[in-house]
């Protein structure tokens, strides 16, 4: 596809991706995945570029690009017989024991065909080349294929360490402008709430790949962060018939994924919802598209107001529902006015009062047998637990830690929490885990 959907000379090529790579920022952790555009890159490549520059700390073995077919159709997922790409300027070794790996294991098959003329690769491979020079690749494009073998491919990849994952889709296609909005918005949602059986071609032509990220062993429970959305309109100018692109970059469970300048707008956000609540009774407008992109992501926070040292409210989602900066904006509220434990704040105290926020992982079962196998599990600092039995709940925030650092303690207090008796288990107890980028105004003074 070079000279078609990317420039076919070598030093012009090297020159755009290097462009389009400057729009992007290294991310705060190397991600474990990016999803990438691969329409032509005056239409997506600086998209492409966001979600690449993201993994430049990144130092993987491989690099996994799985593409949907755009050109052949077949059964099945497909990689090709050659160990090599040749593109302008530089030529890009194929990793053939990764190959091997999936052939033998009955995951994918060699199909030359699948790969001619495939722009959902190649368009991927310079940015590859510039980001992550002489890093083979795992090229896999996907048929008609079940989500179960997606996902065990990834689970097989991910298994021989350090690889990588691009995702390569881009949104919507030809809708109206305003139709198309509206599509992405939604298609934003259903990756960013982790609803993969939800995600079909329509949302995004990547949808394969997507799905069996987030659904395979390596991708559940991944951290997300929205890095950019954009439409072809901008560049046609053509509101009738046009196509989305979206960039993401996805982090381990236990990764902290917000940048500084991320973590100050929202303590900067809540402290404003905060003295605009108690002083005018009412909140500060909020334009979410005002923020930047990776605040608009759906997320889940707690936000925490101490004074004077000691806990005055504590309020939060367990899970993300509406953009992050949207959910600190209303918990930052909820802790001041709504917690049953304290009465509303007052104007006189707001000087005395700081903030904290927790911005949640999603959570995931956490599958014991009995209470020795869950304390044996537990990972104390860094776990938080969703308790449940006999319709009750209580949660603990990996901060609970620092005052109840002994597991049977922390258990036992989380318990008492959800009005069970200390010593309580049966076998309808169910325990979930999630983890928590905590920050406060202390280390992000305005």
Known sequence: MAGRFFPGEADELARTVADCLAHGTPAAAPPKAIISPHAGYPFSGRLAGMAWRATETARPARIAILSPSHQHAFTGIALPSQDRYA????DLPIDTAARDLLISSDL???EDAAHDREHGVETQLPFHHQVHPDTPVVPLVIGRAPDEQVAAAIDALAAMGDTLFVLSSDLSHFLTLQDARKHDATTARLIETAKPRDLTG?????????????????????????????????????ETRTVGYGAWALFGVTDEILLPDHRAALLKA??????????????PHLDTDSFAAPLRTHGAAFVTLQKDGKLRGCIGSLTAHQPLIADVVENTQKSATEDPRFPPVTAEELDRITLKIAVLSPSEPMPVTDEADLLSKVHPGRDGLILSDKGRRGVFLPMVWDSLPEPQEFLGALKQ????????????????????EGFAEANYPS
Do not use: E
Request: hydrophobic fraction near 40%; glycine fraction near 8%.
């Open 87 to 90: 593109m302008p300027g530089f």
């Open 108 to 110: 994918a098959h060699v």
């Open 202 to 238: 329509a949302h995004a032509c990547g949808a394969a790949a997507i799905r069996g990220y987030l659904l395979s062993d390596h991708g559940q429970g991944s951290r997300l962060l929205r890095l950019a959305m954009a439409n072809s309109a901008a560049v046609t100018r053509d």
């Open 270 to 283: 809540a402290r404003q919802a905060l003295t605009s609540r108690i002083t005018k009774g009412k909140p």
């Open 417 to 436: 929490k959800a009005g069970l008796p200390r010593d309580h288990w049966s076998d309808t107890l169910q325990i979930r885990r999630f983890c928590a």
